[in-house]
């Protein structure tokens, strides 16, 4: 039971090809290193984090992010996200591998690519007896790239494009929860972004405020800035990504474009009906395999190849006298792929 | 207002700050140190630092003037020369306040310098803008420096103008008996005041590196002010006399050598000595831990 990638391919006859990372896509850093147009936003090789302990956070992940893309860096709670994500952005060393952001390496080309990068770090974190406009002040001095002429202005616009901007002269221990979360999203954009690294960006914020962290997101993505978002909420994530990495137990279980990894599933057609053996003969007639048959509902595995589409199903039932309560072809959600790829619920990994 | 305003107009201005990595060296620097001069003093619990090591001559004036009595030899040096010259009110108030309250001010901030930072989280955030880890700390160490400078020039100031304000101020007896113009003697105390800023720099140092170590500020404060009090005690004990050249405290005290008519340089360059070694050294063991450990605050 130590490799959940083994596991998960085991335990299907049909094992999905995309449960190795998409190796296509990773680059030599080495051969990387100087060009300046990235053609991956972020990429790592065989990254790995040992802590004195001995415990291994982080477990030969090859992460490989395209430029453009909405990448959800999944996870359950201590599955070595935010140390994969410091160690790409410089603040902890890799017992072994190698990280690249925007084509440059980590940790050495941080003074230069950091400043084209946006970072929320496991959760803001400011001075709490500064006002929110001055805790950005204070980031936006820290950058030696920052123009002291337009700072105001940014701050200013970074404050109102998170809703903050009637709270900005509050010192920053009076905000909520809420509120921390957007100041630390207004620090991320204090400049234009190339890539945005959000750990976590709709913790303590309400359903209104998660709601439009996710269209920020998108508009962000929709100028072009990639996205690199963690999140221990699948649901959350499901729905702006086009990209998903799975982790588990530190290491990276899964990668590749969302519309794929969903692809690859199997869909499951579910009926609803009052008469179940007779409706069991009839979908096992046209060639599908009935997987769960009781009460008055019947699910089948509905294989991409070969298998009738769900209208088709329809008339069949309807033409044999079939009551159809309900009928409805669902792919699985992140969730359920996750725990079909490594056999164990989302929770809390150790 | 909402995340996602489509009024606010920021993409285009956006577009036009452009960030130029590179493009601006120094005066990034300059930014940073003043943003870090400005948290420093602008945070309450150093104010309120600095008020505490102003009441030190205040009440030190005011208890000499009411009782209407230098004393006859007790209390600390310089005492009973305050009711003839008030300039004698800074010395004392120096005296007073070296043994804890100036190393306490010290160690508060400088001890909190990096281990603050790391507590609150806005260590990563400030490495991730990105500072150089190099730059931040020549930064902190700066700030702290200059908040040890303005502890003693709030000793200084205050005992000045009490001084000035409570007894009468005239020509200086120095300790070997001469007497020097009232202007000579002034020049003399601002020499005193930069010795005891030298001499608490090493604290400095040591505060910075101890910070480095941790992410509990507290800890670092306490060790900080521990250290201090050690070297104290163990300048006290003749037994150890091999190792008081090389104590971090063992030379504050010189600064008396320039109430002199002819001051002992070699001694005084000796204690300077002293705490450029200890910047060194502890500047060094900090730069190297710093530089190199993993943030996972």
Redesign the interface.
């Given at each position: 039971m130590t490799n959940p990638v083994t596991i998960a391919q085991e335990g299907r006859s049909a094992g999905p090809p995309g449960a190795a990372p998409s190796a296509a896509a990773v680059p030599d850093p080495a051969t990387t290193d100087s060009t300046d147009v990235a053609d991956v936003a972020i990429a790592s090789t065989a990254l790995t984090k040992r802590f004195r302990g001995g415990q291994v956070a982080v477990d030969a992940v090859d992460l490989a992010v395209p430029p453009g893309a909405v990448y959800g860096f999944l996870g359950p709670n201590g599955s070595g996200k935010t140390?994969t994500i410091?160690m790409l952005?410089?603040?902890?060393?890799p017992t072994a591998g190698s990280a690249t952001l925007l084509g440059r390496g980590m940790p050495a080309a941080?003074?230069?690519v950091?400043?084209?990068?946006g970072?929320l770090?496991?959760?803001?974190?400011?001075?709490?007896?500064?006002s929110g406009r001055a805790n950005l002040?204070?980031?936006d001095?820290?950058?030696?790239?920052?123009?002291?002429r337009?700072a105001r202005?940014?701050i200013d616009?970074?404050l109102?494009?998170?809703?903050l901007?009637?709270a900005a002269g509050k010192r920053y221990r009076q905000y909520s929860l809420g509120m921390k979360q957007?100041l630390g999203?207004a620090?991320a954009?204090l400049?234009?972004r190339d890539l945005l690294v959000l750990d976590e960006p709709t913790n303590g914020l309400d359903p209104q405020?998660t709601r439009?962290?996710r269209?920020?997101i998108r508009?962000l993505a929709s100028?072009g800035t990639t996205v690199f978002v963690s999140s221990h909420l699948l649901a959350e994530i499901d729905q702006i990504c086009s990209h998903v990495g799975i982790m588990s137990r530190g290491r990276l279980v899964l990668q590749g474009p969302l519309a794929e990894l969903r692809g690859e599933q199997d869909a499951v057609l579910t009926l609803q009906t009052s008469a179940v053996p007779p409706a069991v003969d009839i979908l096992r007639g046209l060639g599908l395999t009935v997987t769960e048959a009781g009460g008055d509902v019947v699910r089948a595995a509905a294989e991409t190849a070969g298998a009738p589409a769900v209208q088709d199903v329809a008339v069949a039932l309807v033409a044999a006298g079939v009551p159809i309560l309900g009928l409805a072809l669902t792919r699985p959600t992140l969730e359920e792929l996750f725990v079909a790829l490594t056999g164990e619920g989302f929770d809390v990994a150790r | 207002m909402s995340l996602a305003d489509p009024t606010v107009d920021t993409i285009s201005d956006h577009d036009l700050a452009r960030p130029d990595p590179g493009r601006r060296g120094r005066s990034g620097f300059g930014r940073l140190l003043r943003s870090e001069v400005r948290l420093v003093f602008g945070r309450r619990r150093n104010q309120i630092l600095l008020t505490v090591l102003g009441l030190v001559p205040l009440i030190i004036g005011t208890a000499v003037r009411l009782s209407n009595d230098g004393g006859s030899g007790d209390g600390p040096p310089f005492l009973n020369q305050i009711t003839d010259n008030g300039l004698f009110l800074v010395f004392t108030a120096l005296v007073v306040s070296l043994p804890l309250f100036l190393p306490l001010a010290v160690a508060i901030v400088s001890g909190d310098a990096l281990a603050g930072e790391a507590n609150l989280g806005t260590l990563r955030y400030l490495l991730t803008v990105p500072v150089s880890r190099s730059r931040l700390l020549v930064a902190k160490w700066l700030g702290s420096a200059a908040f040890a400078a303005s502890a003693v020039g709030t000793v200084v100031l205050v005992g000045l103008v009490t001084g000035i304000a409570l007894f009468p101020v005239g020509r200086v007896t120095l300790l070997s008996g001469t007497s020097v113009a009232l202007s000579e003697g002034l020049v003399r105390g601002v020499g005193v005041g930069c010795l005891v800023v030298i001499s608490l720099l090493g604290l400095v140092t040591i505060g910075l590196f101890v910070s480095s170590l941790t992410e509990v500020p507290v800890a670092a404060m306490a060790t900080t002010v521990v250290i201090a009090v050690i070297s104290a005690v163990l300048d006290g004990l003749p037994q150890v006399k091999v190792l008081h050249p090389y104590l971090l405290t063992h030379h504050w005290y010189d600064f008396d050598q320039l109430l002199r008519l002819s001051p002992d340089t070699g001694l005084l360059l000796t204690g300077v000595g002293v705490q450029l070694a200890y910047i060194a050294i502890f500047g060094a063991a900090a730069w190297s831990r710093f530089t190199t450990a993993d943030v996972s605050a």
């Open positions: 140390t410091r952005l410089g603040l902890v060393a941080g003074r230069t950091l400043p084209r990068v970072a770090i496991e959760g803001p974190a400011f001075h709490p007896y500064l002040a204070r980031l001095a820290a950058d030696r790239t920052a123009d002291p337009t202005h940014r616009a970074a109102a494009r998170v809703g901007g009637n957007r999203l620090g954009l400049q234009p405020g439009e962290v269209t920020l508009e100028d | -």
